[in-house]
């Protein structure tokens, strides 16, 4: 069955510093993979999307996000990181169906 | 940008009375879903829609749920007989494309639904 893993919970960054964010899927064949940020009270905004192709896919905002196929990762990057980045985020797989597979979602803190 | 709106964006209700979540979803999509997500909790997958049928639906989406288009642009979530865990965040999202296609599905805001 397919499934997402996001292991951090809760991550702090300072402002300006750089960011990764985790997320391992489990899914037999070829994954569709998304990023969704979820700012407080509000709905889930696309940052990304991997289909097929590059490896290496630029959202907004500034994110980029890697497909790793040998370890089942699609972890998400910022250069850095600014204020009005902190916000929930979450990975999702696109399932063999119509319906997306979310992982727990990690939530970003960011210090002045 | 277009965008996926849902009403209201907080419901109270008594447990045991129905709800009726709406929204509308981007206009030229014609694949529908909803999802809802328990505080604190991962964003689960209720069920999907397509061509007037729901093509798609979870374990959570028993018999006290439904979904219907009424006319060209609403698609709705009735709850028939509310539980109080069915408190949530409700989004609706929709896309030009279904299963495993390149377009991927826009969310709205959601509706919070609260029980009490």
């Known amino acids: 069955a397919q499934s997402v893993t996001q292991p951090d919970i809760h991550i702090t960054v300072s402002e300006g510093a750089s960011l990764e964010l985790r997320c391992n899927y489990s899914?037999?064949?070829?994954?569709?993979l998304f990023w969704y940020v979820q700012s407080p009270g509000q709905g889930l905004q696309l940052l990304l999307k991997y289909f097929s192709g590059d490896t290496l896919v630029q959202g907004i905002k500034g994110f980029e996000a890697e497909f790793k196929r040998s370890q089942s990762s699609f972890n998400l990057r910022k250069p850095s990181v600014h204020w009005s980045d902190a916000a929930e985020y979450f990975c999702?797989?696109?399932?063999?169906?119509?319906?997306?597979?979310f992982g727990t979602g990690t939530r970003l803190q960011v210090f002045p | 940008e277009p965008e996926v709106t849902q009403t209201p964006s907080h419901q109270v209700t008594q447990m045991g009375q129905e709800v009726i979540l709406r929204c509308v979803p981007i206009?030229?999509?014609?694949?529908f879903y909803w999802y809802r997500q328990i505080l604190g909790q991962k964003v689960e997958f209720l069920v999907s829609f397509y061509n007037n049928e729901i093509s798609e639906k979870s374990e959570i989406f028993d018999d006290q749920f439904s979904v219907e288009r009424p006319d060209g642009s609403n698609f709705t979530l009735k709850i028939r007989s509310t539980k109080l865990e069915d408190s949530a965040m409700y989004f609706c999202?929709?896309?030009?494309?279904?299963?495993?296609?390149?377009?991927?599905?826009?969310f709205g805001d959601g509706t919070r639904l609260s029980i009490l």
């Open positions: 206009s030229n999509h014609l694949y």
């Open positions: 999702a797989v696109g399932a063999d169906t119509d319906k997306l597979i």
């Open positions: 999202a929709s896309s030009s494309q279904g299963g495993r296609s390149n377009q991927p599905q826009h």
């Open positions: 899914y037999g064949a070829t994954p569709y």
